[in-house]
Each structure stands twice: as C-alpha cells, then as structure tokens.
C-alpha cells in the first residue's frame, strides 16, 4: 500500500458525484458508509483532541449511528484511510510505562471533512424522516390501492 504525499494546508479536491453534482452533500463520494465508522471517529478526535486507537473503540458504542458492533480491524482500517488522506495525523507515543501507542488528532482538514460528514448526514437523516413518513402513510392504505398519476 503506497501512502500519498500531504502537504499541511494541502486539501486535495473534492471527489464530486457524478449522479448528484458538486452543489448536493451526496453520500456517494464520502467513502463506505458501512456502519457510519469514519464520521463517528472524526467527531470523537474533535471532542477528545487526542486519542489512542482502543480508547476510540472504547467510546465508539456510546456515538454509534447504528447498533451494529464495530470491528477493531474496521476502525484501525478507517483511521488508516483517514490519515492517508490528512484528515488525522498519528504519532508514538513512548513515555510512560508499557509498550508505544498510537496516538491520533484530528488535522484542520480533518474538521472541514467533518464539517462535510454533517452535511451530508443532515441530508440522509432528512431522506429517511420523508422515507419513514411515506412508508407509515402507504401501510395505513388499503392494500391495492393505487395512486393517481399526476
């Protein structure tokens, strides 16, 4: 795996969806939304400053978007990506009793992605209030009954 090259204050263009436009907050060109992984683990190294990949993982359940569990293989992969990308930077740590830790930050860039994840889930939560509405209101139909078309 080849690592790219950040430079700091470097924010390398946006992926726009090629579906929506660049002018809609798309899930499409934020990455795996499996699970909500990477907005919960930006939002919990703003709130934190710094942290060690296990205290994350610690913290992860009580700012889950979904009750599925998160495997420690998927929030190390994510924290990878991450940093591959500028949004988190890492350091060892090694003072202190026992092994060398990872440490990680979120970067500048960073926030202004997870300012991006906050649009973005703003626009999904909306999606499935309207989607939950309309899936109540066609239940309480009679089944069969079909809708004029306009």
């Not at 969806?17 to 899930?27: I, L």
């Not at 990477?38 to 009750?67: M, W």
Request: with cysteine.
């Amino acid at each position: 795996m080849r690592k790219r090259e950040v430079r700091e204050g470097h924010v390398p263009p946006r992926r726009m969806c090629q579906r929506h436009g660049e002018d809609h907050p798309c899930t499409c060109a934020m990455g795996n939304l499996y699970r909500f992984v990477e907005p919960v683990v930006l939002l919990l190294l703003k709130t934190k400053g710094r942290s060690y990949g296990y205290d994350l993982a610690g913290d992860f359940k009580e700012h889950a978007l979904t009750d599925a569990e998160i495997e420690r293989a998927a929030l190390y992969r994510t924290l990878r990506q991450l940093e591959m990308n500028g949004n988190v930077a890492s350091e060892w740590e090694t003072d202190g009793a026992g092994p060398a830790r990872r440490v990680y930050k979120l970067t500048p860039q960073g926030e202004r992605h997870l300012e991006e994840w906050a649009s973005v889930l703003e626009h999904v939560s909306k999606s499935m209030t309207r989607f939950v509405k309309n899936a109540k209101k066609s239940l309480q139909e009679p089944a069969g009954k079909e809708r004029k078309s306009a």
